[in-house]
C-alpha cells in the first residue's frame, strides 16, 4: 500500500483531474472486458503501460513489480485451464491452452488499466471523488483523516522497532517476540494520544466539527479529454479491425 | 489610565491527571506587540503555559485575563478566543492532517469564515514565507521533519491572529528554515503581531526577545527585559542555563553587548582593527 501510495503522491499525473483518468482508465477497462482477448487484450495491454510508463511517469521496474502481484494470480488460474488430470497424471489440453492464453491476456490488460488510474490517484482524492459522488462529508472526512493517521502509527512503528532492533530487541525469536508485543502495546495508547493532541491542535485552528480544506481546483481539460477518447476510439477500431480481418 | 495587557496570567496553576502539578501559581503579562520568550529547563511547564494561552487547558487554579477581563470557556468565547490567538504546537505531526500541506494551511483561514479566493492568497502567502511553496501539494508524511515543522507554522501564520503563540519553534529545523523562520517572525512582528515563544535556546532568545520569562518547576522565576535577564549569569545559572553566546562574548570584551550575529563580528573587526 505505501508504495503504490508514494508512486500516486509522486506521479506527474497526480494533479490532474480525477474524471479524466478515470474516463481513460476505466475506458481502457472496459475494452479489455469487450475486446476479443488476441489482439485486443494485448493492445490495451501496450497502451496501458506504455501510458503509465512513459506519460504518467511510473519507473517501470515498479511497474513490473505492482504488476506482477495480480498476474501471479492469473497465471495460477490460467495454468487451471491449459493442465487436465486423469488417471496418466498431468495432462495439457489444447483448446484449454486457448482459453487459458485469452484469459492470461485479457486479465493482464484488466490489470494494467486499473494500474493506470491507481498509480497515478492518491488514496486521498478518491475519497474526495466519491464525496462528489454523494459519499457523506462526515464520513469522507472520518476515512481522509484516519489515512493520514496510518502512516504517522506507522512511521512510530518503524522508528519503535529500529530503536529496539538497535537495543538487540530482535535478537532471538524469543526477544523477537516479547519486543513486538512490546512495540504493540505501546502503539495503543500512543495512537489515543497522539489523536487527543491532534484534537488540541486543530482546536487551535477554529476546528468546530467540520474539517474544511481548500482543495486544489483542477479544471478537466477538453483538449484532454478528445485525446483520451481518441486514444480509446483507437484502441476499439484497432482491436476489433485485427480480430474480424 | 494604561490600557490593560493583551494577555495575563495570574497565580495559575495545573495538574494533570494523575497528579503531577504542572504550573504552581504563575504570573505573567503579555504585553502588546512584544516578542516574549519563555525559557526554562524540560519540565519547566513552558507547554502546559502556552496551553493556556488560547484556552486548550483550563487552569485548576487562578485565571486568564483577555485585555483585562477573565477569559471564559463556553464554545462561542472560545471560538472567539482561537481567532485572536494562534498556537503552534511543539510536534508538527500533532497539528498536520489534511491530504497535501496547502489543504492544510487552508483549515484555519476557511475556519476563519474567508472565501475561497481570500483563502487562496493566505495559504500561498504563508506557504511563501515559509519557503514551502514548491511543496505545497506534497501530503505531510511524505515530508521531513523541519519541513513539517514550517507547514505547521504556515497553518498558524495564514490565520494572521494578533497573539502567535509558539511552541519550540526552531527545534529541529536547519539554519535556512530557522532563518526564514525568523524573517517571517521579524515581518509578523513589524506588522503588529505579538509572538510568545517557548524554547531552550538562549541564543535564540537573545537575539530576538523583547522579554523573557524563566520557568521552573511551574512558575516563572523573573520576568524583564532581555538584555537584562540574560546578561544575568547568576540568575541564569540557578536555571542551569548558560549564557547566550554573544553575551558572553560581549562581556569578554569588555563592552556593548552584541545582539546579532553581525554586530558582533562588526564589534570584533573594530577590536582587531584597534590592535593590529
Ligand atoms: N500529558 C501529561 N500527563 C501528565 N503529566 C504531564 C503531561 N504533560 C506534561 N506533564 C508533566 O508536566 C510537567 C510540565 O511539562 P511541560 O510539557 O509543560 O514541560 P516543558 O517545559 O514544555 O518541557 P520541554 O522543554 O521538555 O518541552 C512535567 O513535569 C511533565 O512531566
Ligand atoms: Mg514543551
Known sequence: MASIDRLAQTSPWRTLPLAEKALLALGLLLLALVLPPWPGGAI???????TAIGLAGIPAAQWLAIFAAPFGFVLTGAATL????????????????????AMVLRSAAAVSSLLLLSLTTPATDFVRGAQ??????????????????????????????????????????????????????????????????????LAARGFDGRLRVLAAARTISPIRVSAILATLASVAGTGLWAAWR | MMPP?????????????????????????????????????????????????????????????????????????????????????????DQLFAPTVAEDVSFGPLNLG????????????????????????RPPHMLSFGQKKRAAIAGAVAMRPELLVLDEPTA?????????????????????????????????????ADTVALFEGGTVTVQGKAETVLADRAMLGRANMPLPLLAELGMAAGGRLPRRRAEAVDLFRAMAGRDG
Open chain 2, 172 to 208: 529541529g529545523l536547519d539554519a535556512a528554515g530557522a532563518a526564514a523562520l525568523l524573517t517571517v517572525l521579524e515581518g509578523l512582528h513589524a506588522a503588529g503581531t505579538t509572538l510568545v515563544f517557548a524554547t531552550h535556546d538562549v541564543d535564540f532568545a537573545w537575539a530576538w
Open chain 1, 44 to 50: 490495451v495491454l501496450a497502451v496501458a503501460a506504455a
Open chain 2, 5 to 93: 495587557p493583551l494577555l495575563e496570567a495570574r497565580r495559575l496553576a495545573y495538574a494533570y491527571v494523575g497528579g503531577t502539578a504542572a504550573l504552581t501559581g504563575l504570573d505573567l503579562t503579555i504585553a502588546r506587540g512584544e516578542r516574549l520568550a519563555v525559557l526554562g529547563p524540560n519540565g519547566a511547564g513552558k507547554t502546559t503555559f502556552l496551553l493556556h494561552l488560547n484556552g486548550t487547558l483550563r487552569p485548576a487554579g487562578g485565571q486568564i485575563l483577555l485585555d483585562g477581563r477573565p477569559a471564559r470557556y463556553d464554545r462561542a468565547s472560545l471560538a472567539a478566543w482561537r481567532r485572536r490567538v494562534g498556537l503552534v504546537l511543539q510536534d508538527p505531526d
Open chain 1, 132 to 201: 462528489r459522488l454523494g459519499l457523506p462529508p462526515e464520513l469522507a472526512e472520518t476515512a481522509l483523516a484516519t489515512y493520514g493517521f496510518l502512516f504517522i502509527l506507522q512511521d512510530t512503528a518503524t522508528a519503535m522497532h529500529a530503536s529496539q532492533a538497535a537495543r538487540l530487541g530482535y535478537d532471538g525469536p524469543g526477544r523477537a517476540l516479547r519486543s513486538l508485543g512490546g512495540l504493540a502495546a505501546a502503539l495503543l495508547p500512543r495512537a489515543f494520544e497522539r489523536a487527543r493532541r491532534l484534537e488540541t491542535g
Open chain 2, 114 to 137: 474567508l472565501s475561497d479566493d481570500e483563502t487562496r492568497v493566505r495559504v500561498e502567502d504563508a506557504l511563501k514565507a515559509m519557503g514551502m511553496d514548491a511543496l505545497a501539494g
Open chain 1, 82 to 101: 491449459a493442465l487436465g488430470w486423469d488417471s496418466g497424471g498431468f495432462r495439457f489440453l489444447p483448446d484449454g491452452a486457448v482459453a487459458a492464453l
